[in-house]
């Protein structure tokens, strides 16, 4: 039985369309800076918003109607959704998909029973992948929703706690490889404080590490060669989490020596919450090689919390385009970390979500495609920069001065030559130009 009988696959139909089940920039194979739209995009559907989302908040019960769903947490209940789900890969035409162990499978009475749980609901995610040719682009362990995290998983103050995470995650990587995915991610809901009178911060961390170290034993014990993501987020649900932005990840993986292991999985409102801008968080990560996928998503900017809205804009999805065309993108994809809105219950409306965000996500490729090729902002920054190509600029950035030299230098001088302006409002007129073409 069909979970959605009134909708067909969904297809390219140009920027003049006004069918809603249709994509008006999002053309698969479409060449565009010498890949195809799909090559480049990687497009990802989450389980967790799109089939297990309730529409629930702190204010009230779910909203969300998926007639294909009982409610129960049985294991025949969960193999059904999960074929409504490919069946909604396959109908979006969407090329990836990514789930936590306790997205897919419910969690049993004990350890063994929520394993044995898993690996049936597997069977099943394996058959549909088989049938429709999805790929899984990464799994991950939920170890923030059970009470036992409370205090933390890697970094929980309690021993068995920790071991019980560890075998979560072994279990969560077996299944993964299984299934061919091709990353694997960490997000530390739960590894932070609340309160530093009770935390012991560098025990945590060390174990932060430890943990991480395990994982990577265990994947070449076992053969995974997906690539570790670790997912930064300054707060909530803690008060500060462990891994805050990409500076931090980064700072954490060099002084715990797990750089050549994990890169990072940036998200847009994860990046407003640490009070960045997404092009700054992947700058930062791509430009040090660390950049490994992305959480595709928007937050209220009225809103001090983590809405995981739809990406429409324009604007935002060019700005990550140019970056993601800058450093790449594969193993890693374009991941929907996102939801429909409380109000928007229907199952239509996680078509009318998805499609609408990688549309946006496809205009902002052309458009960052296009200021890359004709170096409109590109030849402006080295024309900002162009001091430093001469002489001095050359012997200061290969260390072949010093501070002596430079001030006998400027004794004769006496003072700096005019600066160069930065042409800002220059520049965002530019780049509006290109979401106009």
Known sequence: MSAFPE????????PDSDNPLAFRWYNPDEVVAGKTMKEHLRFTVTYWHTFR????????????????????????NACNRA?????????????????????????????????????????VLGEEQQRTGVKLL????????????M???????????????AAQVKKALEVTKELGGENYVFWGGREGYQCLYNTDMKRELDHLARFFH?????????????????????????????????????????????????????ETNHATLAGHEMMHELEYAGMQDALGSIDANTGDLLLGWDTDQFATNYYLTTQTMLVLLKYGLA???????????????EPIDLFYAHIGSMDAFARGLKAAANIIEEGALSKRVDQRYSSWDGELGKKIESGKTS???????????????????????????????????
């Not at 419910?106 to 898993?118: D, I, R, V, Y």
């Not at 193993?331 to 219950?345: H, M």
């Open 53 to 76: 989302g309730t529409g629930s908040d702190p204010f009230g019960g779910g909203t969300m109607q998926r007639p294909w769903d009982d409610g129960s947490e049985s294991v025949e």
């Open 83 to 123: 074929r409504a789900a490919f069946e909604f890969f396959e109908k979006l035409d969407a090329p990836f998909y990514a789930f936590h162990d306790r997205d897919v499978a419910p969690e049993g009475s004990t350890l063994k029973e929520t394993n044995a749980n898993l690996d049936a609901v597997a069977k």
């Open 151 to 165: 205090h933390g998983a890697a970094t929980t103050c309690n021993v068995e706690v920790f071991a019980y995470a």
């Open 214 to 266: 395990m994982a990577v034993d265990y994947a070449k014990e076992i053969g995974f060669t997906g690539q570790f993501l670790i997912e930064p987020k300054p707060k909530e649900p803690t008060k500060h989490q462990y891994d805050s932005d990409a500076a931090a990840c980064l700072n954490f993986l060099r002084a715990y020596d797990l750089t050549d292991h994990f890169k990072l999985n940036i």
């Open 331 to 345: 193993p890693g994809g374009v991941n929907f970390d996102a939801k429909v809105r409380r109000e928007s219950f």
């Open 7 to 14: 909708v067909s696959k969904i297809k390219y139909e140009g």
């Open 403 to 437: 501070f002596s030299e430079l001030e006998t230098l400027m004794l004769e001088k006496g003072d700096a030559s005019p600066n160069t302006s930065g042409r800002q409002e220059l520049l965002e007129n530019i780049f509006n130009r290109y979401l106009d073409k």
């Open 138 to 149: 990464w799994g991950t362990a939920n170890m923030f929703s059970n009470p036992r995290f």
